[in-house]
């Protein structure tokens, strides 16, 4: 496995479906670049199915669930290549700005230590604003659907539209380089061999 950028122009989706070799094969076969996974739900089996299918994989923490031990154990489980981006899932947090960003920072720091790329996930209902989010330790920025406040640098990936592809509820997702120029950083086998285009199902989000 080794860290490979997303292709830009490309859609990815994101799931909570434990994907097959079937589902995945019908994915890449929609024009899907990669998927999405969740820690904790994601086994190393299924990684391997995603990458035999010719997908690139990424990986976010369910929301909310950013203990820093479990993380590093479940990133350390699947073998995770340096250099491939993981974001912690940053929505329906009730508790203050500081508190949250301590958290955020301590789990960074967990993944920062194993070579991987911290990154956030910023969904509704999270008390940080464009400022204290851009102060965290994470280095990339995901932008959920919702009407989120911007950091400095931008979003690396952006959340568009659900639909189903192949049998799978599934958000689509756009990567782009953020205004520093970094780009998200997926699990690859090796290089994709073409650069999907997008679906007319999935319009670029404005």
């Not at 122009?9 to 996974?37: H, I, N």
């Not at 500081?98 to 509704?124: N, T």
């Not at 989010?133 to 990339?140: D, E, H, K, S």
């Amino acid at each position: 496995m080794i860290a490979v950028p997303a292709p830009y122009p490309s859609w990815l989706v994101d799931c909570d479906t434990t994907l097959t070799a079937q589902t995945a094969a019908g994915l890449r076969a929609a024009g899907a670049a990669g998927v999405l996974r969740y820690l904790g739900a994601l086994s190393p089996t299924e990684l391997a199915l995603i990458l035999d299918a010719g997908l690139l994989c990424g990986l976010v923490t369910f929301a909310d669930q950013w203990d820093p031990a479990s993380v590093r154990a479940e990133l350390q489980a699947l073998g995770v290549p340096q250099g491939v981006c993981v974001a912690i899932d940053v929505e329906s947090v009730h508790e203050t700005a500081d508190v949250v960003a301590g958290r955020i920072d301590a789990c960074s720091a967990a993944i920062a230590s194993l070579g991987l790329l911290p990154a956030l996930y910023v969904g509704a209902d999270q008390p940080l604003d464009a400022a204290q989010l851009y102060a965290r330790q994470t280095v990339r920025y995901w932008r959920s659907m919702s009407l989120v406040p911007e950091p400095r640098c931008g979003y690396s990936l952006a959340q568009g539209p659900t639909t189903v592809i192949a049998g799978v509820k599934v958000d689509i997702d756009y990567p782009r380089p953020d205004y520093d120029g970094r780009t998200w950083m997926l699990i690859g086998a090796s290089w994709p061999d073409e650069q999907p285009t997008r679906p007319s199902l999935a319009p670029a989000p404005t």
